[in-house]
């Protein structure tokens, strides 16, 4: 039984382009979580998601970041447009339907603008 | 708002217990959890506790809660030197939405041989 699988895990991208991680939750997980990863810093919960359903977007910021978790496929965090200070591991999480006894974390993505 | 502290180090000899504090601010928190996080690696659940509990024991791993202070502590019996890793404390808070958790900034353990 897979964890939650991340990709890609190191991305570079220059400022100004388009940055795409993708998550594969664990298999029966429905629900999936975002979180950021500032260096020496803890993680800050971005955006909870259910299939086709965002369901707390509390910790996105409100320009250039959006995220999906579509009916088929992983669910996907979009960074538009970025900027040095988007440089940051970004890690997803699972979670069963029912149940709040614990997150399964991936491995995370490691995103570096130049 | 919401806030989790801890210290940002700690070092044992191999062998030794180790004891990794947090401290919290919403007397609202629901569950507590520990998570490990090794160089270059995801987030590795340890365990959690729910705040009507006083402690939890796992094999070498004993969360103690005090909710009157709002502190919670980890700790671990004959430390090896693979537990040398960053652990984050987190809570769930009663208002936050499931998966909403807030993490403190990590304590790194190293472990000495």
């Known amino acids: 039984n897979a964890g939650v699988m991340q990709n890609p895990r190191h991305l570079v991208r220059r400022r100004g382009q388009e940055a795409r991680l993708r998550c594969s939750p664990m298999?029966?997980?429905?629900?999936v979580y975002w979180y950021r990863q500032l260096p020496e810093e803890g993680l800050k919960f971005m955006v909870y998601?259910?299939?086709?359903?965002?369901?707390?977007e509390s910790g996105m910021p409100k320009e250039r970041f959006s995220a999906e978790f579509p009916k088929e496929g992983p669910s996907i965090l979009r960074i538009q447009q970025v900027v040095r200070g988007d440089s940051a591991a970004y890690f997803c999480?699972?979670?069963?339907?029912?149940?709040?006894?614990?997150?399964?974390f991936g491995s995370g993505t490691r995103l570096t603008v130049v | 708002g919401e806030d989790v502290e801890q210290s940002l180090f700690l070092s044992v000899r191999e062998g030794d217990s180790s004891v990794i504090n947090c401290t919290y601010t919403d007397s609202s928190s629901t569950y507590l959890y520990w998570y490990k996080q090794e160089p270059g690696a995801g987030l590795q659940l340890l365990t959690y506790?729910?705040?009507?509990?006083d402690m939890k024991q796992d094999q070498r791993l004993t969360v103690l809660l005090n909710k009157k202070d709002k502190h919670l502590s980890l700790r671990i019996a004959d430390t090896q030197t693979g537990d040398s890793a960053i652990y984050f404390c987190a809570e769930r808070s009663y208002g936050g939405s499931q998966g909403n958790l807030i993490f403190g900034k990590g304590t790194k353990l190293s472990v000495k041989p």
């Open positions: 298999k029966g997980h429905s629900h």
């Open positions: 999480a699972s979670s069963p339907q029912t149940g709040d006894y614990g997150y399964t």
């Open positions: 506790i729910f705040s009507n509990m």
């Open positions: 998601l259910q299939k086709e359903n965002i369901i707390d």
